[in-house]
């Protein structure tokens, strides 16, 4: 099927009436536009602080010779930041973002007669965060414990994927990694609360229950229990799978 631009442009239609005698005519001016037709990618991704280029092809909807006059504006839909444009009414200018998130462009594109909208996703990431930690003094032949941890990916982008790598930067020695890539994950956005309620249960009662609440983790629900009812004594893991630190290591009377 042939592009409507084809058929855009300037038209001089003329009507003819006549009889036998005589025949007249008029002619008139037809204009033929269509709306512009907006070409943009739907995401793409910028690693701050660099500036992301935009690209956009833009058809203005207009013939030739054109009737009209074709006028872009880039703004942003929405964003954790602000977005600032070199040149805010070109095709393919470039963007600086405030912060590091997920942010909705719009580029406006108007022929004088008909507008048309795209819009494009952009995920603005930055440098991780990383924190390190290793024992002061190692005696050999001991191995030395490392602990790496990703304190912040700067993933604004949810199909971006980390990568670390342990490397000597120098040393008497070489010195080999048992896991190279190895690090801890980030921690939980929000914090855990684990609370218990419990009382002196009397023999062959069910033993108290500490039940988890948290927005973005879920835990598995853990039995304590006294070691005895008479006195006071720590906690104990009653059916927990594996160990437990409580925020209150002896029951309150």
Aim: charged share 10%; glycine share 6%; with cysteine.
């Amino acid at each position: 099927m042939a592009s409507p631009s084809r058929w855009l442009g300037v038209y001089t239609l003329r009507l003819t009436v006549g009889d036998d005698a005589q025949a007249i005519s008029d002619e008139m001016t037809l204009t033929v536009n269509h709306a512009p037709i907006i070409t943009l990618a739907e995401s793409m991704v910028v690693q701050l602080p660099d500036r992301a280029r935009l690209t956009a092809q833009v058809d203005s909807g207009l013939g030739s010779p054109q009737q009209g006059r074709l006028t872009l504006r880039w703004s942003q839909l929405s964003g954790p930041g602000t977005v600032s444009f070199n040149e805010a009414t070109l095709a393919n200018p470039t963007a600086q973002f405030s912060t590091s998130g997920t942010y909705v462009l719009r580029l406006t594109a108007n022929n004088g007669q008909l507008t048309t909208v795209a819009d494009i996703t952009v995920h603005a990431n930055t440098a991780p965060t990383l924190r390190v930690a290793a024992p002061p003094l190692v005696n050999l032949p001991t191995p030395a414990n490392l602990q790496g941890e990703i304190v912040e990916t700067g993933l604004a982008d949810p199909a971006g994927t980390v990568t670390s790598q342990w490397t000597l930067v120098n040393g008497p020695g070489p010195v080999t990694f048992a896991d190279a890539q190895a690090w801890l994950p980030p921690p939980p956005l929000a914090p855990v609360a684990i609370t218990a309620c419990a009382s002196r249960s009397a023999p062959g009662r069910s033993p108290p229950v500490a039940r988890s609440r948290s927005p973005l983790t879920r835990l598995r629900w853990w039995m304590l229990g006294l070691t005895r009812a008479s006195t006071y004594r720590p906690w104990r893991n009653w059916m927990a799978p594996s160990a437990m630190t409580a925020s209150q290591p002896s029951p309150v009377a």
